[in-house]
């Protein structure tokens, strides 16, 4: 029987960082919460006993890198979460998450859809491969 792997997605944002969770045995990402720092994620991986990390990569259209700041988050979460960190890429997540949770004042919302939506397509690849 194989271990089930509890999966936790990640929408980086410069002020706001949408979680989702998921796991093997359902292969279903859920939106989760937002949080505003690294340690706020951390403290999820944490209590919610994360195996590993699928993080949305920012990335332009073209295929260009993402920011610095991204850049820096990624090393710190590799350096600090204790898990794998996989990254996925997130082009057009928070289109496809304002196209489901609707225009609305409150982002917060749509981070954690967006976040989910990363996670889904990594989860949707595995079964592929």
């Known amino acids: 029987m194989e271990e089930n792997i509890k999966y936790l997605g990640v929408d980086w944002g410069e002020k706001r960082i949408g979680l989702a969770l998921a796991d093997s045995e359902t292969g279903l990402a859920l939106p989760f919460k937002v949080v505003d720092s690294l340690f706020a994620v951390l403290e999820v991986i944490n209590s919610e006993g994360i195996d590993e990390i699928v ?8 295929g260009a890198e993402a920011n610095p700041d991204f850049l820096a988050f990624r090393k710190k979460l590799e350096a600090e979460a204790g898990v794998k960190v996989n990254l996925a890429d997130e082009r057009l997540s928070s289109l496809a998450a304002d ?4 225009e609305k004042e409150d982002k917060a919302e749509r981070d954690a859809v967006a976040a989910m939506l990363i996670l889904q397509n990594y989860l949707d690849g595995l079964l592929l491969t």
């Open 55 to 62: 993080l949305g990569e920012p990335k332009k259209m073209s």
């Open 99 to 102: 196209a489901l949770v609707g």
